[in-house]
């Protein structure tokens, strides 16, 4: 679409696997709820306990500061930080970086501790930068694919997105 | 970047709210908050400073509606338009989609609009983006002040590949949605066109 920048697309087969690995990473960390982030902000996946959170919010506010805290590494010489924890009275936020590309939330309580969530999120992370490759080389060599289905948009379905 | 989401029928697109300090930029989207139903918008974040300027960003996110069967998100960002926190500014243009420059009329701001446009154009090169490449639209804002420079003069020194432009009073809400739905038109163009 433009220089230097690639959507990410994403579709039902590798939905599925992503979901199936946080899924596994939320049993194993015994966490509350683990939500996967784009670095540009946008809620990608989530599971457990998000009932009465705001997830778009929660996704946007989690970008801002793995940026902030990115433009701070910079500033140090160092190229980003990878994990950043802020630890709660009650509940624990765990920020780990896959891929350069997308961001692993963890939201856990005593239930659970930061060297098990350490842990499972280094084992699955693994899983999920694997899957986020995969998903790269494939926007890559699709990128200039002629069929498309956002082609078939017409100036009236614009139109009509603002009546 | 925006991001397609085949399994959900998601489409999310980012717009970035740029321009001088005080030009408008936060009162765009508090007025665009303001005036949309409660089921198509999310909660409106910002993070500003006491004096209520913008310390790093505005964020509201908006769902208009569904094109052949796809939700479509808009992540509306302000960037903070104080000269002094560039590092952040340049920060909120990451993945940017399409932008909207708030110019501010007033004829001592002439000046600063041109720094601005300056300092958004360079921010954007560093990440290899070009805003000729970009969906883009200006708004030229606080027409309701007595001393703005005409729009002529404006256009001819903000704008001169002639992108779509609007004049505004952001608090009254005048031209607010048009730029809005200028822009948005164009990222959806754009995405059409890129082949998905
Ligand atoms: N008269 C008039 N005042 C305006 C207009 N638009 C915004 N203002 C006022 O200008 C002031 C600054 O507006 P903001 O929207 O906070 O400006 P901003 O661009 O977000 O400023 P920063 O966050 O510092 O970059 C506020 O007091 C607004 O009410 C306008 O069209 N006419
Ligand atoms: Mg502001």
Redesign the pocket.
């Known amino acids: 679409m433009f220089e230097a920048q690639s959507s990410l697309v994403l579709h039902d087969e590798e939905f599925s696997s992503i979901a199936s690995v946080i899924e596994k990473l939320l049993q194993e960390s015994n966490s509350k709820a683990i939500f996967l982030v784009d670095k540009d902000g946008q809620l990608i996946s989530s599971v457990g306990e998000t009932g009465d959170l705001d997830t778009t919010s929660l996704a946007s506010l989690t970008a801002g500061n793995i940026a902030a805290t990115g433009g701070l590494a910079k500033l140090i010489g160092e190229k980003e930080f990878s994990i950043l924890f802020h630890e709660g009275e009650k509940d624990n936020l765990h920020l780990s970086l896959i891929a350069s590309r997308v961001i692993l939330v963890v939201i856990f309580d005593n239930r659970s501790s930061l060297g098990l969530v350490r842990l499972r999120v280094k084992k699955w992370g693994e899983e999920l930068e694997r899957i986020f490759c995969t998903l790269e080389k494939k926007a890559r060599q699709n990128s200039d694919s002629p069929k498309s289905f956002f082609a078939e948009i017409t100036d009236e379905d614009i139109d009509n997105l603002f009546k | 970047m925006s991001f397609i989401n085949y399994a959900s029928r998601e489409i999310n697109l980012k717009i970035v709210?740029y321009?001088?300090?005080?030009?408008?930029?936060?009162?765009?989207l508090?007025y665009i908050y303001q005036r949309t139903a409660p089921d198509a918008k999310g909660k409106m974040i910002s993070l500003?400073t006491e004096t209520?300027?913008?310390l790093f960003f505005?964020f509201l996110p908006l769902s208009l509606g569904e094109i052949k069967g796809f939700k479509t998100r808009f992540h509306l960002y302000?960037?903070?338009?104080?000269v002094f926190y560039d590092a952040s500014r340049k920060l909120i243009l990451k993945g940017v989609d399409g932008v909207v420059f708030?110019a501010d009329s007033q004829a001592e701001r002439l000046d600063a609009n041109v720094e601005s446009l300056e300092n958004l154009q360079d921010n954007l090169e560093e990440y290899g983006y070009k805003l000729e490449k970009l969906p883009y639209v200006i708004q030229y804002?606080?027409?309701?002040?007595p001393n703005v420079s005409s729009m002529d003069e404006l256009s001819k020194l903000l704008n001169p590949r002639g992108v779509p432009e609007f004049s505004?009073?952001?608090?009254?809400g005048?031209g607010v949605f048009d730029t809005l739905k200028a822009v948005a038109k164009q990222m959806l163009v754009n995405l059409k066109k890129s082949g998905h």
Do not use: F, I, S
């Open positions: 709210y321009g001088p300090g005080l030009c408008g930029k936060t009162t765009n508090q500003a209520e300027r913008t505005d302000t960037v903070p338009g104080q708030v804002n606080k027409r309701d002040l505004a009073c952001a608090p009254k005048e």
